[in-house]
């Protein structure tokens, strides 16, 4: 995990309306938390946080100077956004960490390669974006790296295929699926209708009624109609 520098500052007001007031000004409400230490208030330049996430991405060790001569160890825990204005950063909260102890952390997954199975007209699935590891910090890697250019239609990468040093664990359940190239919805749609149809004639082919039998009325029977 690399390192990189954060200039923030102590927050003195609290509360959800000065939060606004706050954002309305161009900065980000956030607390710095860990370590048994206490909780700190603090504030962010929104347009210097945002260049900061578009440099290093969230999973990066913060050297993060919160007053003159006292800087943090700290990685980000979590930040909230915007629902509809993703750009706008609402919240963030940011834990204190030491190098010498290790930490667990949601590592994002990159996708490369173009599977055949795409080509032959599947689709790429991919339900699992981040896997959480446990190790020191600077063990911790920024992404990673996931080739799935050798899937074809049905096959899938899982959390088991992962390798990593024997010092860095992974907490996800093995069986977990990452990417997997499935079959064409059309395909898969024609298939449901097609079986459909077929157990609806079934069905029609059994509810069918046998036409009665028709009995000749006997000759003194239209004898008497008459």
Request: with cysteine; net charge negative.
């Amino acid at each position: 995990m690399q390192q990189a520098k954060l200039e923030a500052q102590q927050r003195n007001t609290f509360g959800k309306q000065n939060a606004r007031e706050l954002r309305k000004e161009g900065g980000v409400p956030a607390v710095l938390y860990g370590r048994a230490q206490d909780t700190l208030s603090i504030q962010l330049n929104a347009r210097t946080f945002r260049q900061f996430l578009r440099t290093y991405g969230e999973n990066v060790i913060i050297n993060m100077e919160v007053s003159e001569g006292n800087t943090e160890t700290v990685i980000i825990k979590e930040i909230q956004r915007h629902p509809v204005n993703k750009h706008m950063l609402i919240h963030a909260d940011f834990i204190r960490v030491s190098l010498d102890e290790p930490v667990t952390s949601a590592v994002p997954v990159v996708l490369v390669g173009n599977p055949p199975g795409v080509q032959e007209g599947g689709v790429l699935e991919f339900p699992l974006r981040q896997v959480t590891l446990h190790c020191l910090p600077m063990q911790m890697p920024n992404d990673i790296t996931i080739d799935v250019s050798h899937l074809d239609i049905g096959d899938a990468v899982h959390v088991s295929e992962l390798s990593f040093d024997e010092e860095v664990d992974i907490i996800d359940e093995p069986e977990r699926i990452i990417a997997t190239v499935s079959q064409p919805r059309v395909q898969l749609d024609d298939e449901l209708t097609e079986a459909e149809e077929g157990e609806g004639e079934e069905e029609e082919t059994a509810e069918e009624p046998t036409e009665p039998e028709i009995i000749s009325r006997r000759r003194g029977d239209d004898d008497d109609d008459e």
